[in-house]
C-alpha cells in the first residue's frame, strides 16, 4: 500500500490528550495533527524525533493532518496508525501473502460474533466453514534486540477479543489471532506479559483452546507499506527487556 496523499516530514514537538500530537514541519510550521493510536506508544516516539504525517485538504477536519509514521527511540520506524493493520492485512489476504488463510471464497470485515458482543476484523469463509480472524497492530521494540512485544499498555479490550476467539474455537470453528507487527527490524513477537499478565495469560487460554495465532511483519518507508514476511511468536522475555507499569503512560 503506498501512502496517498504523500506523506509530509517534520519533527515531534509533543503527544498529548491521547489523540493530539505538536509537530514541527520541514518548512518550519507547527500543527497539531491528529494521533490515531490509543495505546501508551512506549518506545515508539521521542520528542524532537522524525515523524511523518499525510495532510488533508478537507475543509470539515478540525486538525490538518494525521499522525503516520514514527522514528522509534531505536532508530526504527514504526507505522503508529493502527487504523491501517487492517487494510494492510486485508491486501496481504488477497495477494496471498498469508499463506496459512489462502484458499477462502469470501471476506467480509466487522463482523458481530459472540457471547460478548465483539466484532470481528474479518471473517472468511472456505467451503470447510468459516475462519474467524482478529488482527492486532504492534509498535513496540526495544534497544538491541529484534523481538516485538504486544500490548504496550493493559488492554482489556484484547482480553475480551482472546476469550471471544478462545469459544469459537473450543465449538469447533476455526479462530485465528493475527499480529500486524508495523515495525522495522523485527524478526518475532512475543506477549509483553510483564505490562499486562492478563492478556498473557488469556492468550495461553486461547491457544490452548485451539486459537491459531499468527505474525506477519511489513515492509515501511515514508512512502510504502506492505506485509512480506511471517514472524516468529515467541514467550521468553529477555531481562534486559523488563518493563514496570511506572513506565508506561497513556497522555489523558
Known sequence: MRFSPELEQGLLVVRYKRFL???QTASGELLTIHCPNTGSMFNCMMPG???WFSRSSDPKRKLPGTWEISETPQGRLACINTG???HLVEEALRAGVISELNGF???KREVPYGQEKSRVDFRLDYPAGPAFVEVKSVTLGFDGSPVA???DAVTLRGARHLRELASLA???VRAVLLYCVNLTGVEAVRPAAEIDPGYAAALRDAMAAGVEVLAYGVQLTSE???I???LQLRWALDPAQALSLEMIQIPS
Request: charged letters at 35%; zero cysteines.
Open 228 to 230: 512480506d514476511r511471517p
Open 49 to 51: 524525533g522524525r515523524v
Open 105 to 107: 471464497t469470501g471476506l
Open 170 to 172: 473450543r465449538d469447533g
Open 224 to 226: 510504502e507499506i506492505f
Open 149 to 151: 512485544a504486544f500490548p
Open 84 to 86: 491501517r493493520a487492517n
Open 21 to 23: 500530537a505538536d509537530i
